[in-house]
């Protein structure tokens, strides 16, 4: 049975006064302690991954077999849900509960996805919610495109993200067994998951090569993570604003697709506790929230959280750009 849990602080809710970028004192910004300690071991393995992931992407038009492609594509996809359905929407944001079965799928899929145990992801993207864009954001996008790409990844932390972060609450996370799981058993499990067992897959049952396997699946990991990591970059820099134009987090079409539906980042910051994190074309740019729909269908998902028409109406009216198209209705009460 799914814990009966309560939104700690840090869970990003309808009456969290704190998901306000307006809220954030001015102390959390600490330009001069910006200091860029690189970690060379981090610059290798991506530098390495991006150049084998477009040898992969070669072996994929030319050497590979159909099969192992399909299998990356459908990879790919179920490690995304990992994130989306999972880490992002399930755990992070708490926008919808789930029995045990679909949380073990979750972090089968999450696993997959290999961007850290659901419980480090959470607490990173709780601080990025609660102090969006400052020095204690992990990838504080007023530090340029690069930085909330990747670049974050590629250096220490800044100070403020370490301890403005102790103040997220992640008991919840803690209580979930299989989260602390697949935290304490990582190092092990993500191997496999990840890497082990989609090179093996391809070369037992279809006869593929190592080189085409492994380097094929580099590419789906690669894809997997660029796709993420342009919510933080391009969704926070390009795109409109009909919810909220006072934050830069926007509306963008080409993450969404890429990212199985989270893309819509303006509606999402305005409102995280939204399980669907946009308002409208649901399904046809919105895989996970199909996938979640499903699961609720069948009873592994439930209390899904949303957001009333009205008051996506009446914060339209009150803080967006103008971009909606409630401003085509001509009643605007
Ligand atoms: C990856 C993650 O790629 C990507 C996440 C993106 C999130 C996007 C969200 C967008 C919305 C959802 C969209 C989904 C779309 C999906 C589409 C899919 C198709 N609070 O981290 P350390 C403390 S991962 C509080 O080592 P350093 C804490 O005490 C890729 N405290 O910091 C911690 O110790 P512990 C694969 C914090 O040394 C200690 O500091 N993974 C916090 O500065 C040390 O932590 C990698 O490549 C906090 N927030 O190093 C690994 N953070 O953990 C990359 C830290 O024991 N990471 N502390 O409690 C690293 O190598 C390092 O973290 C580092 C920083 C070098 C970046
Ligand atoms: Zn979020
Ligand atoms: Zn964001």
Redesign the pocket.
Known sequence: MAPNISFPTGVLHENDDEVSPMGIPPEVNKPDDRKLQL?WR?II??AYLHLTALYGVWLMFTSAKLATSVMAILL?QL??LG??AGA?RLWAHRSYKAKWPLRLLLTFFNTL????SVI??A???R??HKFSETDAD??NAKRGFFFSHVG??????HPQ??EK??Q?DLSDLWADPILKYQKKYYNYLMPLVCFVMPTVIPMYFWGETFKNAFCVNLFRYCL??N???L??SAAHFFGDKPYDKFINPAENFAVAV???G?GWHNYHHTFPWDYKTAELGKYNVNFSCAFIDFFAKIGWAYDLKTVSEEMIKKRVLRTGDGSHEIWGWGDKD
């Open positions: 970690v981090n393995l991506f790919y490690g995304g994130i989306t992002h996805a290999f961007e850290d480090d992801w607490r990173d993207h601080v990025h992990p990838h974050w990844l590629l250096c220490r932390k993200v370490k972060g102790k997220i997997t993570l796709a993420t990591w919510v933080n890429l990212a199985l989270e």
